[in-house]
């Protein structure tokens, strides 16, 4: 408080004292306690008011001590108890945890993490998934720009997630906990098998395996692919503690059209620890239908490319670019393309009005538009010589099919000339356009059926920056290419359309999402929000049923089957106010990611403490842990001031007791008479 506040004071102590002595004691004859009590009560209330007028404040200074954070993360996935290491690393997890020296030091928090990053609240190592890269990313959200140790408590084996060696800041040190037997056994694994989902009948399909071996002698392995008691393929390998990998490429027989389960073998003579991990289950579809699609075009452009390596993602589909003096029949075409049509297109349309085959046409820049109102009859054009750039704007009402918004509005503008685009008939509109926000009322994309034959318009050039957007903002290309593989399925397909559509996949991994989605359509084929979708699954070898509510998303219903045992299931979906039913089927392939390893990745921690400067440790050199913290300078408490400035007193209760002490002055005056 400074010097002129405390002389202010002074003076309204003495101003307040003066009042209030001429008030009530100057030239008084008696003084009585009431007498006293006014003049009190008149001193406090003008010495109030003066104080209000002054409102002195002071400054407090309160010292802060700041402890440098310590993250514990323990691993919380199942391969720690399959190691036999969840009391050990529970163990040491409790003991760093409640270190009354660590706690003195650092500000130590602990967490868990299996697929996701958690606070440690209940850890019962039965996580499906290790995710180390979340610990990283995590950590690096939770205390930016701080200078922190980490204890990471795991065995190093992940499942999911990018590598985490490089996830760390290479600036905070990571001090690896290694639980589990670090014993080298001898041991073979399946550790990767890469196989499409769909194969072609009377075709050969590709399988590529790759196999691991631990251990510090040479041996002979025998690899084989089986289906049922057919041996497919069967090779002999040879491992040593200098060759531990092999690479298997093979190409296999698509004899029967539907689900073949397959089983990629390693096995040996050997005594191994683990055997689990030897075998992996998968499963091909063979299909004996391929989607052929004409990318038709005169001029070269950027999207063609974009567009045929979207739809050929889809195993299922091939697309042929073709000029259109090139096209002699149409006949091993299921769907044509057109892009940017003009009036070399003028025999490519003859052909398919006896062809009937359904079409896509993308218009741009270079679109003749006269010869499209000539040659078509669901738009009619008017268009300008200006160009314009338009957004899209997702339609949520669209029901032909199902599919989500992938962040259309936040796509690069395609191009198109400016001007009126009229519908002739019903469309189903899947994107309107607009122009620097404001709606057009126009249809940037749009679906039509006319006497059985589909059709699908984009009205604009340069669809290939949308792909190339989709990979920038989610690292893949899959939402695009899923996109538009449901655009030339739903033109692939000339069937009637149902009330009840499901989607489901033929077969999933044990301990993968297992996800069935379904729409119901009313009379006039609009998505119908209040259907009631129930969905009962059967196990074809216990029987056991269970009932599940499909739920209602955006634009479809669905419902999540984790947790089925490995088996084979059907099922039925059926809407309980019309009693429409649909029927299907998939396999849970028996698959534990979990159970795959054998041994701790003690390699791939120790390279993770080199790149942060820390040190690995065992489990049981915990306490040589916890010296290395506690001796470590760099991690030192910080000592903060903090200057507080406040009023002395709360003014507004400083103004309720000046109220309180007037009316009690006044009341005593008139109770005596004074007054």
């Known amino acids: 408080m400074s010097s002129t506040t405390i002389l202010l004071l002074l003076v309204s102590i003495l101003i307040a004292a003066g009042l209030s002595f001429y008030q009530y004691l100057y030239k008084v004859k008696s003084r009585s306690k009431v007498t006293l009590l006014l003049a009190f009560l008149r001193f406090f209330s003008i010495f109030g008011l003066l104080l209000l007028l002054i409102n002195p404040i002071i400054t407090r200074k309160t010292v802060e001590t700041v402890k440098t954070p310590l993250p514990i993360v323990i691993d919380n996935s199942a391969s720690i108890k399959d190691l036999k290491a969840d009391k050990s690393a529970m163990e040491v997890f409790q003991k ?61 084996n992940q499942t999911s997630g990018e590598d985490y060696v490089f996830g760390f800041n290479p600036d905070n040190k990571v001090y690896p906990l290694v639980v589990g037997d670090t014993t080298t056994y001898l041991d073979l694994r399946v550790s990767q098998l890469n196989v499409n989902k769909y194969a072609f009948h009377k075709n050969k399909y590709p399988v590529e395996v790759f196999l691991n071996y631990s251990g510090t002698k040479s041996i002979n392995a025998t690899f084989k692919i089986t289906q049922g008691n057919s041996t497919l393929n069967q090779q002999t390998l040879a491992f040593s503690p200098s060759k531990k990998s092999a690479t298997i490429n093979v190409l296999l027989p698509a004899d029967k059209v539907g689900l073949q389960i397959l089983k990629a073998t390693i096995s040996s003579k050997e005594t191994e620890k683990n ?16 989607t052929e699609v004409a990318l038709i075009s005169s001029i070269s452009h950027p999207d063609l490319g974009a567009i045929k390596r979207s739809i050929e993602s889809n195993a299922q589909k091939k697309v042929t670019i073709l000029k259109p003096k090139q096209v002699n029949s149409l006949d091993n075409y299921n769907v044509l393309i057109l892009y940017q049509p003009n009036g070399e297109f003028k025999t490519v349309f003859d052909q398919n009005e006896n062809a009937k085959i359904n079409t896509w046409t993308i218009t741009g820049n270079d679109t003749d538009y006269n010869f499209l109102n000539q040659n078509q009859t669901n738009f009619s054009f008017k268009m300008s010589g200006s160009k314009e750039d338009y957004l899209a704007a997702f339609d949520s009402q669209f029901n032909l099919f199902a599919l989500d918004n992938i962040g259309f509005e936040q796509f690069p503008p395609l191009e198109n000339p400016f001007g009126a685009i009229t519908a002739n008939g019903n469309v189903n509109v899947l994107l309107s356009s607009t122009i620097r926000n404001i709606a057009t009322n126009q249809p940037l994309m749009t679906f039509s059926e006319n006497q059985g034959r589909r059709s699908a318009y984009l009205f604009g050039e340069n669809i290939w920056k949308w792909r190339a957007n ?44 297992i996800e069935i989605t379904a729409q119901y359509f009313n009379k006039n084929y609009e998505l119908d929000e209040k259907a009631r979708l129930t969905i009962s699954v059967t196990n074809s070898k216990t029987k ?12 479809a219903f669905k419902v999540n089957l984790d947790g089925l045992a490995a088996g084979n299931y059907t099922f039925t979906v059926k809407e309980l106010n019309s009693n429409s039913a649909y029927s299907g089927s998939f396999e849970v392939l028996d698959f534990d990611i979990e159970k795959q390893f054998v041994n701790p990745d003690w390699n791939k921690l120790n390279q993770l403490a080199a790149q942060t400067k820390g040190k690995a440790f065992l489990a049981s050199q915990a306490d040589a842990l916890v010296k290395q913290l506690l001796a470590d300078d760099s991690y030192k408490a910080i000592q903060k001031t903090l200057v507080k400035k406040s009023p002395l007193i709360e003014w507004i209760w400083l103004l309720v007791l000046i109220v309180i002490s007037l009316a009690s002055e006044w009341f005593i005056r008139k109770y005596n008479g004074l007054l």
């Open 544 to 555: 056991q049923v269970k009932r599940y509510d499909l739920l209602r998303t955006s634009n």
């Open 275 to 290: 055997t689990y991990n030897n075998t992996k289950n998968f499963a091909v579809e063979v299909i004996d239908q391929k």
């Open 470 to 513: 989709t990979h920038v903002d989610k690292k893949s290309f899959a939402d695009f290419d899923v996109f538009l593989d449901k655009t030339i399925q739903y033109l692939a397909s000339n069937n009637a359309r149902k009330s009840l559509v499901v989607g489901h996949e033929r077969f999933y991994n044990s301990g993968e999402g």
């Open 96 to 156: 760093l945890s409640e270190n009354s020296d660590l706690a003195a030091k650092f500000d130590v928090q602990a967490y868990q993490f299996d697929a996701d990053f958690l606070p440690s609240d209940t850890i019962n190592f039965k996580g499906k998934q290790s995710n180390i890269d979340v610990v990283a990313k995590n950590l690096k959200n939770i205390y930016k720009n701080l200078n922190y140790p980490t204890v990471l408590i795991s065995d190093g």
